[in-house]
């Protein structure tokens, strides 16, 4: 298994342009998300889903944009990169639907992106 | 809403104990605990459940207390490999769709 996989690894984009991390898992994991790591400020969650075509907006979901076709993608797309979108992002999955977060979330490596 | 870690950076030598403490204000359901190392993606070590059930990780263990809405972690005899940024997922009661994550407990360990 190759676990949660996330790319790019590593973006520079401009204010204003817009572009989609992409996530995947192959664990049939139903639970899916995205957060959003900056310095002091820990973990936030974007976007969440439970499951595909089911998604619900986290801590901090403005400019974020997700869907989720099939169990085993969950790409976020940003619609027009602002600097405050600088950050290091993670995608992680669990276990159960039913259960939603109660099982162990395998985080993917993680997007550094920077917005100029 | 924020869970609040303590203390928020800890330094040790190689063999020394440490407890860090997570608090919550909201009732709680379970308590999730993570590791991240630098530049690295946080790894799981464990969950503790509502009804006071503790699992350990090596010499790595915890409480969860859920009255008081409170979580412990306890490293023994800590290890080189121990070193990293500790963060407390708590998960509300009610809602098992989000955890709202501590701002996380800097670990280092020194020879």
């Known amino acids: 298994n190759a676990g949660v996989t996330q790319t790019p690894k590593f973006q520079v984009l401009k204010t204003g342009q817009s572009m989609t991390l992409q996530c995947a898992q192959d664990?049939?994991?139903?639970?899916m998300s995205w957060y959003r790591q900056d310095p002091g400020m820990g973990l936030r969650l974007i976007h969440y889903s439970v499951g595909a075509g089911i998604t619900d907006q986290g801590e901090v979901p403005n400019g974020y944009n997700v869907s989720r076709s099939t169990t085993e993608d969950f790409p976020l797309r940003l619609l027009s990169a602002a600097p405050s979108q600088t950050s290091v992002y993670f995608c992680?999955?669990?276990?159960?639907?039913?259960?939603?977060?109660?099982?162990?979330?395998?985080f993917g490596p993680g997007t550094r992106l920077t917005v100029l | 809403q924020q869970p609040v870690q303590s203390p928020q950076a800890v330094i040790l030598r190689e063999g020394e104990d440490a407890v860090i403490n997570c608090s919550s204000s909201k009732a709680l359901y379970s308590v999730h605990w993570y590791r991240q190392k630098h530049g690295e993606a946080p790894i799981f070590l464990m969950i503790l459940l509502k009804g006071g059930e503790q699992k350990g990780h090596d010499k790595i263990s915890a409480s969860f207390n859920e009255k008081k809405q409170q979580s412990s972690l306890y490293l023994t005899a800590s290890q080189l490999s121990y070193s990293g940024t500790y963060f407390c997922?708590?998960?509300?009661?009610?809602?098992?769709?989000?955890?709202?994550w501590g701002l996380g407990t800097s670990l280092a360990v020194n020879p």
């Open positions: 992680a999955s669990s276990y159960s639907m039913q259960r939603g977060v109660r099982d162990t979330q395998y």
């Open positions: 664990m049939n994991h139903e639970y």
């Open positions: 997922g708590p998960e509300p009661a009610g809602n098992n769709r989000k955890l709202i």
